[in-house]
């Protein structure tokens, strides 16, 4: 058993990385609280740079108002609208947006970002 070969102190450090592991990469995904937390402030940094000089990115109005261009929180209140869809329009999108040439990672983080500012009351 590895942990009865390491000092008693470093076993709630393992724990923690461990799980840090498993919320931020590979399976956990987006599903997970604390990954949902960091990749939506990832994707808010993101749309900062990439985003807002065509779409409005806040509820606050940051960005460019088009108004050929949905603003994020439209985007997040289409009925039916998830992190998944968003994704996956952003790793095949159409003109006339750009292509972006985003990460899958970059692309998830976004589409994190997105989802929430979903608003509450709504489905
Ligand atoms: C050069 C301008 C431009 C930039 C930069 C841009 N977009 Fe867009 N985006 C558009 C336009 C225009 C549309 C509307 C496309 C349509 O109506 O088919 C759009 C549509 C979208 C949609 C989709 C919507 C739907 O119909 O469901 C998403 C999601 C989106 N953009 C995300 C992003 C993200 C994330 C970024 C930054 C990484 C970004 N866009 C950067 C112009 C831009």
Not at 77 to 95: C, M, S
């Amino acid at each position: 058993m590895l942990f009865s070969r390491l000092p008693y102190h470093c076993i709630p450090l393992m724990i923690l990385l461990s799980l840090g592991a498993i919320g931020v990469s590979g399976e956990g995904r987006a599903g997970n609280d604390a990954a949902k937390v960091i990749r939506t402030e990832l994707g808010q940094e993101l749309a900062r740079l990439w985003c807002r000089q065509c779409h409005v990115i806040s509820p606050e109005g940051t960005g460019l108002a088009q108004s050929a261009v949905p603003t994020f929180v439209e985007i997040a209140n289409r009925p039916g609208q998830t992190i998944k869809k968003t994704e996956f329009f952003l790793a095949d999108p159409h003109p006339p947006m750009p292509n972006l040439s985003l990460t899958r990672d970059e692309s998830l983080n976004l589409a994190t970002y997105i989802l929430s500012l979903k608003q509450q009351n709504g489905n």
